[in-house]
């Protein structure tokens, strides 16, 4: 039974990640970007099934995106590792902070290898587009989902 509550919650997670994602397209990919899904990178506070449920949402995501392999590869790669290291968290305002810092990396240089854009202005506006998601949004979720979570994971 515990694996398949993991397996849906995953699916779930997954699903509304690819959703969100699609549905704000226009703002969740390029130089300048806040990818509202983000916001959900907070989830593995909550419960490890949200690790790979992010990472297949991102690959989904991403293949969409039409930023091809390199995209598909090293940004689901980014958050995997971020959402793994937003479950290692020791304290509930660090969770947003991998999503923050290793998608403004990675996704730095992939926009920057893909479209030759320029490395460190774009890392920075990924970066800040990853607060905008992931503090903005994600932190406030954080808060919300505590109040409930005996009733939700």
Known sequence: ??????????????????AITIAFAPISYGQI???ISEALTVLPMFTPAAIPGLFVGCIIANIYGGGGMIDIVFGSLATLLAAYLSYKMPKRW????PAVV?????????????YELPLLI??????IGQVIACYGLGYPLI????KYRNKIF
């Open 122 to 127: 774009t890392m920075g506006w990924v970066t």
């Open 143 to 146: 808060l919300t989902l505590e």
């Open 1 to 18: 039974m515990k694996k398949t509550n993991t397996l849906v919650q995953a699916a779930f997670i997954a699903a509304i990640y690819v």
């Open 94 to 97: 660090l969770v947003p902070l």
């Open 102 to 114: 290793v998608n403004g990396i990675v996704i730095g240089f992939v926009l920057n290898f893909l």
């Open 33 to 35: 970007q806040i990818r």
